[in-house]
Each structure stands twice: as structure tokens, then as C-alpha cells.
Nanobody, 123 residues
Framework: QLQLLESGGGLVQPGGSLKLSCAAS????????IGWFRQAPGKEREGVSS????????KYADSVKGRFTISRDNAKRTVYLQMNSLKPEDTGVYYC????????????????WGPGTQVTVPS
């Protein structure tokens, strides 16, 4: 069982930045692809970014390309999501999840999920 915990969410003005962290409970995090997903009020959860276990394959949703950067530090059992130039449409609960498959923005295949962290960008 792999437990994940997100942190770093908050309220930020448009154009601002936040850095989210996803910390894992076990050293086996290095075996997993980690994905970031978000769910806005009244909308379905969507994939934001994903990084494979060694950081060699990275994917981004078109809506965040050029603004968000995913990275990982396996020694610290942590994956990061640097979010710059934030927009009101980036508002939502951000989740990280772990998969034994390759990097993907699709939710199937992710077996372990964190409880989420709220990001709010007011309009």
C-alpha cells in the first residue's frame, strides 16, 4: 500500500505561482509513475501532468503546457508541480496519484490517490 499526501495549495492571485508537493509514505515510490489531476467545481476530474518513475517521460495537458512543470526527487519520495502564471480556470482540488504503468493523463491505471489540496485563483 502506498500512501500519498499533497501539500502546497492555497489562494493565489491571477498570474501568481504555487508549488505543490506529493509526498509518499514508502521508498517504493521510485517504482511508480506519479500523476497530478485536478477537479474544478461541477466538473469531472482531469489529468494535469504525469512523470514516470525515473523522470524520463513527462506529459502535460494542453491547458497547462508552458506554465506548469512536474519534477520528482525519489530520494525525498516527493513529486512536485510548479504552477506559474495561474489563471482562474486552474482553480480546483489537485490530487496526486501513483501508477505502475507509464506516464499518462488518463485516470485508469492509477491505484493510489492522495486526499487532495485546494488551489484557488479568484477571477
Amino acid at each position: 500500500q502506498l500512501q500519498l499526501l499533497e501539500s502546497g495549495g492555497g489562494l493565489v492571485q491571477p498570474g501568481g505561482s504555487l508549488k505543490l508537493s506529493c509526498a509518499a509514505s514508502r521508498r517504493t515510490m521510485e517504482d511508480y509513475t506519479i500523476g497530478w489531476f485536478r477537479q474544478a467545481p461541477g466538473k469531472e476530474r482531469e489529468g494535469v501532468s504525469s512523470i514516470n518513475n525515473v523522470g524520463g517521460t513527462i506529459k502535460y495537458a494542453d491547458s497547462v503546457k508552458g506554465r506548469f512543470t512536474i519534477s520528482r526527487d525519489n530520494a525525498k519520495r516527493t513529486v512536485y508541480l510548479q504552477m506559474n502564471s495561474l489563471k482562474p480556470e486552474d482553480t480546483g482540488v489537485y490530487y496526486c496519484a501513483a501508477s505502475l504503468f507509464g506516464a499518462s493523463l488518463a485516470q485508469n491505471g492509477y491505484d493510489f490517490w492522495g486526499p487532495g489540496t485546494q488551489v484557488t485563483v479568484p477571477s
